[in-house]
């Protein structure tokens, strides 16, 4: 496939925003930082496919590739200097706040709401990253 791990040179990551009521669906990570559910593109995967098993791994939610829109691409450099490039994918339905009740993260932490001011500012663990897919948010 044109988008697979296989033909490109770098790291490729990804990222899902899953609309709740009072902001996005986010893990707590050990750090205390509040983070998207994502992760690393997988050899013979496409982006799509590696946002939506990363939202299963870490959230236990699924949505399939066809509920994944694709809202931002871009290259960044990480915080070990190499270069990656970011996707990030926007869930095309909101999901019921009333269904996070009980959810947690792969350690069993429960998850959380969180703005995109606070993703977007020092509570966030990207938060560079973070105001380049706000500007690429469609407008409610």
């Known amino acids: 496939p044109k988008n697979s791990r296989a033909n490109m040179p770098q790291l490729i990551g990804v990222c899902v925003l899953v609309p709740v009521e009072g902001g996005y669906v986010s893990i707590l990570n050990p750090q205390g930082k509040y983070e998207l559910p994502g992760g690393k593109v997988e050899d013979g ?3 799509v ?11 236990c939610i699924f949505i399939p590739p066809r509920g994944l829109t694709p809202i931002y691409t871009g290259d ?11 996707h990030a994918f926007l869930a095309c339905l909101p999901l019921p706040v009333e269904l996070l009740s009980g959810l947690t993260d792969e350690q069993g932490n429960p998850l959380h709401i969180c703005t995109l001011a606070q993703l977007c500012s020092e509570q966030g663990q990207f ?5 380049q897919v706000m500007l690429h948010l469609p407008v409610p």
Do not use: W
């Open 45 to 47: 995967e496409t982006p």
């Open 49 to 59: 496919q590696a946002a939506g098993r990363e939202l299963y791994e870490e959230a």
């Open 76 to 86: 960044h450099i990480g915080r070990n200097g190499e270069p990656y490039t970011a």
């Open 127 to 131: 938060p560079e990253f973070m105001q």
